[in-house]
C-alpha cells in the first residue's frame, strides 16, 4: 500500500508538489494525470525513493521510503534499457542485482520476454528494436523481480498510437493474470480511464490532487466496449474540466 | 553560488599546495608566489613588452595568412565536390604531420627572418581552418538549402542568402581554433630560431630563473586563453549556433 | 553540391596525387633546384634507412620508447581524473577551468622549464610526452562519464545496482567509446610530444637524423624524417582506433 501525506517537494525556485496526499490500496490500479509542470513524475519518483520529499512523508505499508530497490520497480517512457545488454540480459537485470542464480535467472527471464512476445529477440540490444518492442523489455525487466508495486511513467508516451493500443491491451492482460498494485502515470485521460479503478488528477499552482474519480467499469475492460459508453464520455469530459481550469493562462 | 565558492576554494588550495611544493622543492622549482612577483617585474620594468609585441605581430601575420588562404579552400572544398577530391589526399597528408618536424626544413626555405615564423604560424593553423571549414560547409543542411530554391534562391543568392549564412558558424570556430593553433605556432617557431617569448625562454632556462621562466609561460597560457576566449566570445554573439568540432 | 560517385572521386584523388607526385619529381630534378628532393630520392632514403641500415628505424623505435611511456602515464592518470572531475561538482568546478585553459596552451612552452626541472634525462622527454597528451585524455573521459544519461542510472538504482555495477558497468560502458576517443586523439598527441621532446628537449638519434640532414642540406633524408613520423602518427592513431573497433 502506498500512501503520500501532504507532500511537498521544491528544486531551487520550483514547486513541483504542493501538498499532496493520496493513498493505492494494494492490488489497486491507480491513474495520475495531469497537464505538464505539475509534478506527475517527481510523484512517482518520490514513491521510487530517486528523491525525497522536501516536506511530508511517502510512505510504503507504513515506513518512510529510504531508497530505490526493485520492490518498487519502475518503467520509464524512455525506456532506459542498457544499450550493451542484450533483451534477456536488461530483463535479467534485477535478477542479477538480487544475486539470483544463474540457471535460475535465465530461466525466468526467458519466461518474461516469452510473456511479452519477444521470442526470438533474446539476443537482440535495443538498438535493433522498435520502440513498442523496447518497452515490452522495460515491461518484463519491471515485472522479472516481482515487484510489491509497479510504478509507470508514462510508459507509452513515446509510442505511436497503434502500438499504443497494443501495449494497454497488454498491460491490462499481464495485470488480470497478477494483479499488481499499480500506479500510473499518463497525460492522456482516455488512457487512464481505460485502465485504472481510480483516476487522480492533480492540478497546477498550486499542485495538488484536484480531483478523485472512481472508474466504475468492470474487469476484464475490453476497449470497445468501454470507450463508447456514454459513461466513459462523461468522465472524460469531467476530468477534461479539471484539466482546463487548471491550464496555465497565457501572459498578455 | 556554491559553485563559485568551490572554484574559489579549490583554487587556493591549488595555490597554497604550489607554494609548499615549490618551498620544499628546493632550486629547481618556483612557489607560486615567486612566480607572480616575476610576472609583476616582467611587466612592471617593461622586459615583456618588446618580445609581447613582437610575437604577437609573427602571430598575427601568419594567423591571419592562415585565415585569408584556408577558409576559402576550405570552403572551396565544401562546395565543390571536384575541389574536394583533388585536394583532399593533401590536406590530410599536412593535417598528420608534424609541422615541428618541418622546421630543420623550414629555415632552409624562409631563413632565420621573419619569413620563417610566419611560415611556422601559417602551417601550424592553415590545414585546420581548412578542414573545420570543409566540414562545416559539406554538413550545411541539406533542407535548408532546398527550402531556399523553393523559394526562389538559386546561383549567387543561394549562396548568398542560404549558404553562406548556414556556414558561418563554422566559419567563426575555424577561427578560433586556427587562432588557437597559430599561438601553439608561435611559440615553437620561436623556440626553434630564439625570439620573442621563446628567446626570454631560452635564457631564464640557462640560468635556471624558473621563477621568470614560468612567469613567461604564464603570460603565453594567458595570452592563448585570451586569444581563444576572445573568439569564442565572438561566436556565441555572432554564430546563430555554435558548432563542436573534434579537435 | 551533387556527390560525385565513389569511383570517380577515387579516380579524381589518384589523379591529383599522381599528378602532383610527377611534378615534384620532375621539378627537383632540375638542375639547380637544391630545396626540394624528388620523391624517389626520399623514397630511397627511406628504404635504406628503415630497411637496410635501420638508422631511422632504431632511431624512431628509441624515441618511441618515452613517448610509449608517456602515454601510458597520461591514460594512467587522465582516465581517472577525467572520471572524478565528471563525477564530482566540487572537483568540476575547480579543474574544468583548469584543464581547458591547459588544453588551449601551447605546452611545447614548458620545454625550457621540463630541462630546469628534470635536466638532459630520459624522465624530461617522458614528462613532455605526459603533457602533451594527457588533457585531451581527461577531458574526453569527462565527457563520456558526464554524458551517461541519468534515466540509465534511475534505472540501475531502482532494479538494485549498487556502486560497483553502477560505475563498474553503468558509467563505464557508457562512457567507453568516448573515453577511447580520448586514448586515440591522446596517441597523435603523444607523437607530437615525442617529436618536440627531441627537437625542444635535446635530440637523440631522431632529433639528430632531423637536425643534422637539415644541416647537411640532406633534403632527402629530411623528408624521410618527417614522412616516417607522420606515418608513425597515422599508425599510433589507428592502432588505438582497432581497440576501439574491437570494444564499441
Known sequence: ?252 | ?247 | MTALSPRRRWALRTLSVLVILAAWELYARLPGVFLLAPPTAVLGVLVTDLAVERTLLWALLSALRNAVAGYALAVGVGVPLGALVALWQPARDVLDPILDALHATPLVALAPVILIWFGLTSAAKVFLVFVFAVFVVTINTRAGVANVPSGLTDAARVFGAGAPTLYGEVYLRYALPQVLTGLRLGAGRAVRGMVAAELFLFADDLGAYLIDSGATFDIARLFAGVASLSVLGVLAVGAIALVEARLT
Open chain 1, 1 to 252: 500500500m502506498l500512501s503520500a501525506r501532504d507532500v511537498r517537494k521544491v528544486y531551487d525556485d520550483v514547486v513541483a508538489l504542493d501538498g499532496v496526499s493520496l493513498t493505492v490500496d494494494d492490488r489497486e490500479f491507480v491513474a495520475v494525470v495531469g497537464p505538464s509542470g505539475c509534478g506527475k513524475t517527481t510523484l512517482l519518483r518520490l514513491f521510487a525513493g530517486l528523491e525525497s520529499p522536501t516536506a511530508g512523508e511517502v510512505l510504503v505499508d507504513g515506513d518512510p521510503v529510504a531508497g530505490p530497490g526493485p520492490e518498487r520497480a519502475m518503467v520509464f517512457q524512455s525506456f532506459n534499457l542498457f544499450p550493451w545488454r542484450s533483451v534477456l540480459g536488461n530483463v535479467a537485470f534485477g535478477l542479477e542485482m538480487a544475486r539470483v542464480p544463474e540457471d535460475e535467472r535465465e530461466e525466468r527471464a526467458r519466461e518474461w520476454v516469452h510473456t511479452v512476445g519477444l521470442d526470438g529477440f533474446e539476443d537482440a540490444r535495443p538498438a535493433e528494436l522498435s520502440g513498442g518492442m523496447r518497452q515490452r523489455v522495460g515491461l518484463a525487466r519491471a515485472l522479472a523481480v516481482d515487484p510489491d508495486v509497479l510504478l509507470m511513467d508514462e510508459p507509452f508516451g513515446a509510442l505511436d498510437a497503434q502500438t499504443r493500443a497494443v501495449l494497454q491491451r497488454e498491460l491490462l492482460d499481464l495485470w488480470a493474470d497478477e494483479r499488481k498494485t499499480i500506479l500510473f502515470v499518463t497525460h492522456d485521460i482516455e488512457e487512464a480511464l481505460l485502465l485504472a479503478d481510480r483516476v487522480l488528477v492533480l492540478g497546477r499552482d498550486p499542485n495538488r490532487v484536484e480531483r478523485t474519480v472512481e472508474v466504475p467499469f468492470e474487469r476484464p475492460r475490453v476497449e470497445r466496449d468501454v470507450d463508447t459508453t456514454e459513461e466513459f464520455a462523461r468522465l472524460r469530459r469531467e476530468i477534461w474540466d479539471v484539466l482546463r481550469a487548471n491550464q496555465p493562462t497565457p501572459t498578455a
Open chain 2, 1 to 247: 553560488m556554491s559553485r563559485r565558492r568551490n572554484l574559489l576554494v579549490g583554487l587556493a588550495l591549488v595555490a597554497a599546495c604550489w607554494e609548499a611544493a615549490g618551498r620544499l622543492a628546493g632550486p629547481s622549482f618556483a612557489p607560486i608566489s615567486a612566480v607572480l612577483l616575476a610576472t609583476l617585474d616582467l611587466y612592471l620594468s617593461g622586459r615583456i613588452l618588446e618580445p609581447l609585441a613582437s610575437s604577437l605581430v609573427r602571430f598575427a601575420l601568419g594567423y591571419l595568412l592562415a585565415v585569408a588562404v584556408g577558409v576559402p579552400v576550405g570552403a572551396l572544398m565544401g562546395f565543390s565536390p571536384t575541389a574536394d577530391a583533388a585536394l583532399d589526399t593533401y590536406v590530410h597528408v599536412f593535417f598528420v604531420t608534424s609541422v615541428a618536424s618541418l622546421l630543420p626544413f623550414l629555415i632552409l626555405v624562409a631563413g632565420t627572418g621573419l619569413g620563417f615564423y610566419v611560415a611556422v604560424v601559417f602551417l601550424f593553423a592553415v590545414f585546420h581552418v581548412v578542414l573545420t571549414v570543409r566540414t562545416g560547409v559539406q554538413q550545411v543542411d541539406d533542407a535548408l538549402v532546398d527550402t531556399g530554391r523553393v523559394f526562389g534562391a538559386e546561383g549567387v543568392a543561394l549562396y548568398r542568402h542560404v549558404l553562406v549564412p548556414a556556414a558561418l558558424p563554422v566559419v567563426v570556430a575555424a577561427l578560433r581554433i586556427g587562432a588557437n593553433r597559430a599561438v601553439k605556432g608561435m611559440v615553437v617557431a620561436e623556440l626553434w630560431i630564439y625570439a620573442g617569448f621563446g628567446s626570454l625562454l631560452h635564457s631564464y632556462q640557462r640560468y635556471s630563473q624558473i621563477d621568470y621562466a614560468l612567469a613567461v609561460v604564464l603570460t603565453i597560457a594567458l595570452l592563448a586563453v585570451g586569444v581563444t576566449q576572445a573568439l569564442a566570445w565572438v561566436e556565441r554573439r555572432y554564430a546563430w549556433t555554435t558548432v563542436e568540432v573534434p579537435t
